[in-house]
């Protein structure tokens, strides 16, 4: 094969797309991954609320009230996990629906053709994707699962203590 100096090696083309490919994955991955540990918290919260008020006359009111208001709080937390951020204004990204949903059809095709005909362009649009998923996406999504967790925790053990201490 004769390769003219225009011509870019198919190898660092193939692993620069293999690695866009793979962060790409990896992110979706941890999305999903989010969103299975959100939905573990709320079912976790879900069942201490249902006991907490099925129990109330054998708990102490400060325990009940503890956790009830952590449950609560978790619960929140997962909710706020699992709803979509916005995505960024002012950017056609074509590889997400939020995005392009607010164009017409014929505008998104011809910016995916122009995207995906450009090398750097679909280069710029897969690494774009990549940042937001990691920076928005994910971010706020941990956070937010940090604080049920966290709020599932801090409840379960106040109402240990204040059970225990009951008992002294």
């Known amino acids: 094969m004769d390769q003219t100096k225009d011509e870019e090696p198919i190898l660092p083309r193939l692993l620069a797309s293999n690695a866009l490919r793979a962060n790409l994955t990896k992110h979706m991955t941890l999305n999903q991954m989010a969103d299975h540990k959100a939905s573990m918290i709320m079912t976790a919260a879900s069942l201490m609320l249902t006991i907490s008020v099925t129990q109330y006359d054998k ?8 956790l009830i208001a952590t449950g609560a709080l978790a619960i929140l937390s997962s909710i ?22 607010r164009v017409s059809e014929e505008e998104f095709k011809e910016v995916f053709k122009a995207t995906i005909a450009d090398r750097d362009q679909l280069y710029d649009a897969y690494l774009r994707e ?12 941990y956070r937010w699962i940090r604080n049920g967790l966290c709020a599932l925790l801090i409840g379960l053990a106040l109402a240990a203590l204040l059970t225990g201490m009951r008992f002294f």
């Open 80 to 101: 706020f996990a699992i709803i979509p951020a916005l995505h960024v204004k002012g950017v056609l990204n074509v590889f997400y629906f939020r995005s392009f949903a």
């Open 130 to 141: 990549i940042y937001y998923l990691g920076r928005h996406r994910l971010t706020h999504k």
């Open 59 to 66: 708990l102490d009111f400060e325990t009940f009230v503890v």
